[in-house]
């Protein structure tokens, strides 16, 4: 069965970096776009990025451009998250979630548990 | 960007009610249309795509319907464990954005 299973997580002052692993299984990983979403306590879902199948496209919500980076290993089965320059709003759960197409978004269909970011001094 | 909105906000209803929730557009998304449910300390989980088409898993008391700007999803026969709260999600375009949620609650 589908496992989507994220770490990294943890507490990072302002300004710091982190990143975020989702590791991958039940699937063949290679063949599938893949997002990241998160969520601030108490609030809603905010989708962060997409990569394409073999890395060749990403996109990224306009909060996080510019200090985030997606990126995946197909040789690993991993999903990353890079995040640079943590203000305290990026505090949240971050989920990865796989796409059901391989180039373009296509709806989500499966998710991981979730790893928590706070970023505070 | 797409605006998402959803209707009502929040929802109290008894086991074994019908309920509809509706989700809005800020422009036409053909039925680049998900929805999702999210119970307290849980990720969410697929329920529909396509605007009407049942994530394999889902029980059919979940239904969607709609296109281009207006969607509904409705739930049949509400049992405990469907008390949550649902998202819409449209894909159509980046970024990919997700309604505000509507948080169902016994009555």
């Known amino acids: 069965q589908v496992q989507l299973v994220e770490s990294g997580g943890g507490v990072v002052q302002p300004g710091g970096s982190l990143r975020l692993s989702c590791a991958a299984s039940?699937?063949?990983?290679?063949?599938?776009?893949m997002h990241w979403v998160r969520q601030a306590p108490g609030k809603g879902l905010e989708w962060v990025a997409f990569i394409r199948y073999d890395g060749s496209y990403k996109n990224y919500a306009d909060s996080v451009k510019g200090r985030f980076t997606i990126s995946r290993d197909n040789s690993k089965n991993t999903l990353y998250l890079q995040m640079n320059s943590l203000r305290a709003d990026d505090t949240a759960v971050f989920y990865c979630a796989k796409d059901r197409g391989a180039a373009a978004a296509s709806g989500f269909d499966y998710w991981g548990q979730g790893t928590l970011v706070t970023v505070s001094s | 960007d797409i605006q998402m909105t959803q209707s009502p906000s929040s929802l109290s209803a008894s086991v074994g009610d019908r309920v509809t929730i509706t989700c809005r557009a800020s422009?036409?998304?053909?039925?680049?249309l998900a929805w999702f449910q999210q119970k307290p300390g849980k990720a969410p989980k697929s329920l529909i795509y396509g605007a009407s088409r049942l994530q394999s898993g889902v029980p059919s008391k979940f239904s969607g319907s709609g296109s281009g700007t207006d969607f509904t999803l409705t739930i049949s026969s509400l049992q405990p464990e469907d008390f949550a709260t649902y998202y819409c999600?449209?894909?159509?375009?980046?970024?990919?954005?997700f309604g505000q949620g509507t948080r169902l609650e016994i009555k």
């Open positions: 039940g699937f063949t990983f290679s063949s599938y776009g």
């Open positions: 999600q449209q894909y159509n375009s980046y970024p990919i954005t």
């Open positions: 422009q036409g998304i053909s039925n680049y």
